[in-house]
């Protein structure tokens, strides 16, 4: 049996003035999926984020998560859903165990948080400022933040970018976890091997808009040159510009941008596979 559509995006638009930061996106999410979004700085990943938790109201469209407007019953969807957005600095001077009792606090609905401390290791720093604590260890704080209503869907923005191989690895693995237990989980990112391991489904934003949603393994099969990686999707579908040299300067730029999140090395392999 079909898997229930839990997020449903439609004809989704919202302007910056003259800028269209998400324009005319129509997407679904299932149940229980790990659904990527991808796409160069600037594409609109973050915005679409903000649409779908219903933290900015669409200019034109709609989201349904859950069965609920995302714009009219924002109070209703914020119990069942969990947000790590980028630069979420409020709580800097907070500890750990002090600022999940306080988002806690904005809940009917509540997670058991020595369970989420123990699982996602963070027990050592309970009592620890979480301004004291690394990149990474940060960003498990911020995933602890999403966990303590129990969401059902997790909204996840760039979690792992500027993180080590390793924690950037260890940071999926709980993902893969969080799924296993049946949490929806949408994640923006950068990191495209990780992506082609971990997602259900990956859509691909440039300049505002979705170019293509698929699998990793049936975006892959869509790049007419036959790339093998998600970097090749990235560069095929994030950076392609009809009627263009694949590489202009300003793809250029946007690829150097692209390369500080990824392996260089791999990345280069991709250029020279072209
Ligand atoms: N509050 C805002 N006011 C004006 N323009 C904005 C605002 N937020 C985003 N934009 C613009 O909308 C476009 C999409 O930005 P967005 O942050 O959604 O992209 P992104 O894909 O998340 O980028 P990044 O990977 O750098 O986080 C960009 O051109 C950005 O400058």
């Given at each position: 049996?079909?898997?229930?559509?839990?997020?449903?995006?439609?004809?989704?638009?919202?302007?910056?003035?003259?800028?269209?930061?998400?324009?005319?996106?129509?997407?679904?999410?299932?149940?229980?999926?790990?659904?990527?979004?991808i796409g160069t700085?600037?594409a609109?990943?973050?915005?679409?984020?903000?649409?779908?938790?219903?933290?900015?109201?669409?200019?034109?469209?709609?989201?349904?998560?859950?069965?609920?407007?995302?714009?009219?019953?924002?109070?209703?969807?914020?119990?069942?859903?969990?947000?790590?957005?980028?630069?979420?600095?409020?709580?800097?001077?907070?500890?750990?165990?002090?600022?999940?009792?306080?988002?806690?606090?904005?809940?009917?609905?509540?997670?058991?948080?020595?369970?989420?401390?123990?699982?996602?290791?963070?027990?050592?720093?309970?009592?620890?400022?979480?301004?004291?604590?690394?990149?990474?260890?940060?960003?498990?704080?911020?995933?602890?933040?999403?966990?303590?209503?129990?969401?059902?869907?997790?909204?996840?923005?760039?979690?792992?970018?500027?993180?080590?191989?390793?924690?950037?690895?260890?940071?999926?693995?709980?993902?893969?976890?969080?799924?296993?237990?049946?949490?929806?989980?949408?994640?923006?990112?950068?990191?495209?091997?990780?992506?082609?391991?971990?997602?259900?489904?990956?859509?691909v934003?440039r300049k505002?808009?979705?170019v293509?949603?698929?699998?990793?393994?049936?975006?892959?099969?869509?790049?007419?040159?036959?790339?093998?990686?998600?970097e090749a999707v990235y560069v095929h579908f994030a950076l392609e510009q009809?009627?263009e040299p694949a590489f202009t300067?300003p793809h250029l730029a946007e690829w150097?941008s692209f390369?500080?999140?990824?392996?260089?090395?791999?990345?280069?392999?991709v250029i020279?596979?072209r």
């Open positions: 049996m079909d898997r229930q559509t839990v997020i449903q995006v439609s004809s989704l638009s919202k302007y910056y003035g003259a800028n269209s930061a998400v324009e005319q996106v129509t997407l679904q999410v299932k149940e229980g999926e790990l659904f990527g979004i700085n600037g609109g990943k973050s915005t679409l984020l903000e649409l779908l938790t219903g933290l900015r109201q669409p200019d034109e469209g709609c989201v349904k998560v859950l069965n609920m407007d995302a714009e009219l019953e924002a109070e209703s969807l914020k119990e069942h859903i969990g947000i790590h957005l980028q630069n979420t600095s409020l709580v800097d001077k907070m500890t750990v165990r002090e600022a999940l009792d306080l988002f806690q606090s904005f809940y009917h609905k509540k997670n058991d948080l020595d369970a989420i401390l123990d699982r996602l290791g963070l027990r050592p720093y309970e009592h620890k400022m979480v301004k004291r604590l690394s990149g990474g260890w940060q960003q498990r704080f911020a995933l602890a933040i999403t966990l303590v209503n129990d969401p059902k869907i997790i909204f996840l923005d760039e979690p792992t970018t500027g993180l080590d191989q390793q924690t950037r690895s260890e940071y999926w693995e709980i993902l893969l976890e969080l799924k296993s237990q049946g949490k929806t989980i949408v994640i923006a990112t950068h990191d495209m091997g990780e992506a082609q391991r971990n997602c259900d489904r990956v859509a934003m505002g808009k979705l293509s949603c698929d699998s990793p393994q049936g975006l892959i099969a869509r790049i007419p040159s036959g790339g093998l990686t998600m009809k009627n300067l150097v390369a500080k999140f990824t392996d260089l090395r791999n990345s280069l392999s020279s596979d």
